[in-house]
């Protein structure tokens, strides 16, 4: 009977009881916040095709690519057309890469650029640049990321409830143990919502600026690939075509020597 009552007076006398309880009952948020923290084993979050119908204002994206082709000696004036047109629209150019192909004469210049430009100037900066040179291609994708933008931003309001949970418990908590165990699960909740926060702010960058993939080229010269045939290689098809002609020639003998000894055979049998 004592040792129940002892045993009854340590369980209420336990100041970490109240804590306790409220530990199991955010236990699975722990859990998910350590095992889906920033860095760690959990799945990082992606925008996904949900197409949402419920939500009305949809949450379009677009890439495009273009290839123009430019006269020969032209190059210079139309990237100084290019960078004019980037600059007076406040684009970006992320990357660009300028090639020279062929020596002298036969010499020509390509380059080919990614380009961020804000979706409210985007029809405007790719009718400017189809006037550059002649297109000769034009690929636009559009890509309505409704869905996955919805489900991004409820995922970081969620995160972020757990982290207030997290921040509540570790107020409240009295033990060393139990603080130190709870500032770390805070400290790995806090870089998941930032994580979340990150993606969801380039989904958004996403949306407000479009992509451009241009390519520039200049016009070959009609007579780039003419060239007139050397002796050596008119030497070498004759001896090549002489070799394949004595070759037929032996690989016959045996086929007219078979013939002539049936005909004679046959000849002499018949007399």
């Known amino acids: 009977m004592i040792v129940i009552i002892i045993a009854l007076f340590l369980l209420f006398s336990n100041p970490l009881s109240t804590f306790s309880n409220k530990s199991a009952l955010l236990s699975n948020d722990m859990a998910f916040a350590e095992s889906a ?5 959990g799945i990082s979050p992606s925008v996904s095709q949900d197409f949402a119908p419920e939500v009305e204002e949809r949450i379009i994206t677009k890439t495009a690519s273009l290839s ?3 006269e020969r000696g032209d190059f210079h004036e139309s990237e100084a057309k290019l960078k004019a047109i ?3 629209s406040d684009s970006f150019i992320l990357n660009q890469n300028v090639n020279k192909h062929g020596t002298k004469k036969n010499s020509y210049f390509s380059g080919s650029y990614q380009i961020k430009v804000e979706v409210s100037k985007y029809d405007s900066i790719v009718s400017q640049l189809k006037e550059i040179g002649e297109v000769q291609s ?3 994708n559009v890509l309505d990321i409704t869905g996955g933008h919805t489900n991004l931003q409820i995922e970081l309001d969620t995160e972020k409830a757990r982290l207030k949970r997290f921040n509540v418990m570790l107020n409240e908590a009295k033990e060393i143990s139990d603080k130190i165990e709870l ?5 790995n909740q806090e870089r998941r919502v930032k994580f979340l926060e990150d993606s969801l702010e380039n989904v958004d960058q996403r949306v407000q600026y ?5 390519s520039i080229t200049e016009k070959q010269s009609e007579y780039a690939n003419i060239v007139f045939v050397k002796f050596s290689e008119i030497t070498r098809t004759f001896v090549n075509n002489l070799n394949s002609l004595i070759k037929l020639f032996f690989s016959l003998i045996p086929w007219i020597i078979t013939i002539t000894i049936i005909y004679y055979a046959y000849r002499r049998f018949k007399k």
């Open 68 to 70: 123009t082709e430019i």
């Open 138 to 140: 034009f690929n636009e």
């Open 210 to 214: 479009s992509t451009l993939h241009l």
């Open 183 to 187: 500032n770390d699960r805070t400290f």
């Open 37 to 41: 923290s920033f860095g760690g084993r």
């Open 86 to 88: 980037i600059e007076s």
